[in-house]
Nanobody, 125 residues
Framework: QVRLVESGGGQVQAGGSLRLSCAGSGYTYSAYCMGWIRQAPGKERERVASISTGGASFYYLDSVRGRFTISRDNAKNTTYLQMNNLQPEDTAMYYC??????????????????WGQGTQVTVPS
């Protein structure tokens, strides 16, 4: 059974930091691109960051580039999202997602093979 389990969300003041983790199991973790997708109330999902199977290629949403860092540890089947200088506009449910071999350009549910249950990040204004 495939599982993606996120952790590390919470509430933090503007300018603060959080580190999200996503532990994968039940599939060949190293063969999958891993991504973080977020959705705020009333807004569409957006792909925040993604990392290739080997960890050599990255994508960042323009608004988070320079503040967020995605990484993966294939030995631990875990993906991380280090989020620094968080702002109120970063408030959203953050989902971990996996896609076989090639990262998707889309944040749409059908564009990724597996999804986690999400972890809430809240940055009060």
């Amino acid at each position: 059974q495939v599982r993606l389990v996120e952790s590390g969300g919470g509430q933090v003041q503007a300018g603060g930091s959080l580190r999200l983790s996503c532990a994968g199991s039940g599939y060949t973790y190293s063969a999958y691109c891993m991504g973080w997708i977020r959705q705020a109330p009333g807004k569409e999902r957006e792909r925040v960051a993604s990392i290739s199977t080997g960890g050599a290629s990255f994508y960042y949403l323009d608004s988070v580039r320079g503040r967020f860092t995605i990484s993966r540890d294939n030995a631990k089947n875990t993906t991380y999202l280090q989020m620094n200088n968080l702002q109120p506009e970063d408030t959203a449910m953050y989902y971990c997602a996996a896609r076989r071999l090639v990262c998707s350009l889309s944040a749409a549910p059908g564009s990724w093979n597996y999804w986690g249950q999400g972890t809430q990040v809240t940055v009060p204004s």
